[in-house]
């Protein structure tokens, strides 16, 4: 998948979790204006984890603060 | 202050002080003075002037039944392990002033260690001097840079700090969740190390792990196991080995991490383990290197206890119809239960809310009854517990007498 791909797979992904229908670029946060909790994290990165058949750690996670940010990394993951 | 920088031209300070590196607690602070300034009493700040027995003290000058406690198996009053206590402080003083590595390995340090390698039936028991530092220290040095370590979320805060410190990558699991545990292990680079980390009986709610298949999914991936059993040492299983034994896989899990502070009922922590090289961890385990080993008087009323312990199972059996009798009560008054069915001697009883929470805790004590009041960010799912753990010295009265205060602060609170 490219990253226009991977993009659009994640946008579709985040509606369920994006409840107040934010619009999302890259620099969407994920704590400032997604608003997600600890807990939504988890399950939305388990959600990602499962669709692309890759690990995120928590130290990965870590470094991951907007929607350009995790575009890139599932694009880069999935590939190695 | 100087005079030089009060002066009227300066701006307003903002509310709670000038911004510095305490500025971060000020939601925590509010949070607090808000429920205190309803006139409730600081579940945070309880003393226990006098403490009477396994089961009872006087807590802000009542006499109160405790039921907030990890005395599991009420050893804390234990004649014996006093005993043994008394004697080890005159023959051996007040300390040991230094690590286990140099001058801090005394004769009682061994004389635990030998107890919990006949309790648990394992090759190497290694003592440290809490709980939380014998997680801190074994999940540090073992996982280290580019090793994987697969929890669950609702892991102690003591796993999720050896895993900080320890630098490898975190990857965590949704609680108990089998299948998602295995999807993370398939998932691991080939040739990276893994380790799983369970806990037999997870504090919060009191529930228990399905260790049988995860120890099995574990091993499938050649991942080694390690089971954190605090809250289960000395009751659950045949011979008080924990959720491990229960279920059948102490051949399998590769280390258990325990501590003395509950069934045990002193202070201090343990790692037991049969892998051939575990005795190299005394010299690379920074947190059991670098403090001071326990006291003499402290190793020598666990060695005691734990040697108890090994033949407690009248105590046990007796602990299990509290715990029934507790989780069978509350829900048939209405509460909301943590688990289904008792799992272990910790029953969490869901309030509603942290006000209704707190109000019901301070009923309960007025009641004379001290259960804890856990809430965010301890807590799963952002929920406010009143948990509720027993003890093998609790009566079959004293269950009655409890059910009878949750009953009526119950009530009174509004929750039932």
Not at chain 2, 350 to 379: F, S
Not at chain 2, 386 to 397: I, Q
């Amino acid at each position: 998948m490219d990253r226009a791909e991977v993009d659009t797979k994640i946008r579709s992904l985040i509606e369920p979790f994006n409840k107040k229908g934010v619009e999302l670029s890259d620099d969407t946060g994920f704590a400032n204006d997604l608003e997600f909790d600890s807990l939504t994290v988890m399950d939305f990165v388990a959600e990602i984890e499962d669709e692309f058949d890759i690990i995120i750690s928590m130290n990965q996670q870590a470094e991951i603060e907007n929607f350009g940010q995790l575009v890139d990394a599932v694009t880069k993951l999935q590939d190695s | 202050m100087s005079e030089g920088i009060s002066q009227p031209d300066q701006p307003q300070e903002l509310e709670g002080g000038p911004k510095d590196l305490f500025s971060k607690f000020d939601d925590i602070i509010a949070l607090r003075e808000g429920l205190l300034s309803q006139g409730q009493e600081d579940p945070f700040s309880l003393v226990m002037e006098r403490v009477l027995s396994p089961t009872r003290a006087i807590c802000n000058g009542r006499d109160t039944i405790l039921l907030g406690t990890y005395n599991y198996m009420g050893m804390t009053f234990d004649p014996d392990v006093i005993e043994a206590g008394k004697q080890a402080l005159a023959d051996y003083g007040t300390g040991t002033t230094g690590s286990r590595v140099l001058n801090g390995t005394y004769q009682g340090h061994k004389e635990c260690e030998d107890a919990l390698r006949e309790f648990y039936d394992m090759d190497h028991a290694m003592v440290f001097s809490t709980g939380y530092q014998a997680n801190l220290g074994i999940i540090s040095t073992i996982a280290g840079k580019g090793d994987y370590i697969v929890l669950d979320i609702d892991s102690h805060a003591s796993i999720w700090d050896g895993c900080a410190l320890g630098n490898a990558e975190v990857v965590p699991f949704k609680h108990n969740d089998i299948d998602a545990m295995e999807k993370r292990l398939r998932r691991i680079p080939e040739g990276a190390g893994k380790l799983v980390i369970l806990e037999g009986v997870y504090s919060m709610l009191g529930d228990i792990a399905p260790l049988k298949e995860m120890v099995a999914i574990a091993k499938k991936y050649g991942a080694m196991v390690l089971v954190d059993e605090a809250h289960s040492m000395g009751f659950i299983g045949d011979n008080g080995r924990g959720v491990v034994e229960q279920a059948g896989v102490m051949e399998d899990v590769d280390f258990i991490i325990g501590t003395f502070s509950k069934s045990v009922g002193t202070v201090g922590g343990f790692c037991v383990s049969n892998h051939p090289k575990f005795e190299i961890m005394r010299l690379v385990c920074r947190p059991y290197v670098f403090t001071a080993s326990l006291p003499p008087s402290v190793v020598a009323t666990a060695a005691t206890s734990i040697r108890k312990l090994m033949h407690g199972s009248n105590k046990r059996a007796h602990l299990w119809e509290n715990s029934k009798r507790l989780h069978g009560g509350l829900s048939n008054l209405g509460f909301q239960l943590g688990t289904d069915e008792a799992q272990s001697a910790i029953v969490a009883v869901i309030m509603p809310d942290l006000e209704k929470g707190a109000a019901m805790w301070e009923a309960l004590l007025k009641e004379g009854l001290y259960v804890n009041l856990a809430r965010p960010p301890a807590t799963p799912a952002n929920m406010t517990l009143l948990r509720c753990s027993l003890c093998a010295e609790h009566s079959e009265e004293e269950v009655e007498t409890i059910l009878g205060m949750f009953e009526r602060a119950g009530k009174a609170v509004g929750i039932i």
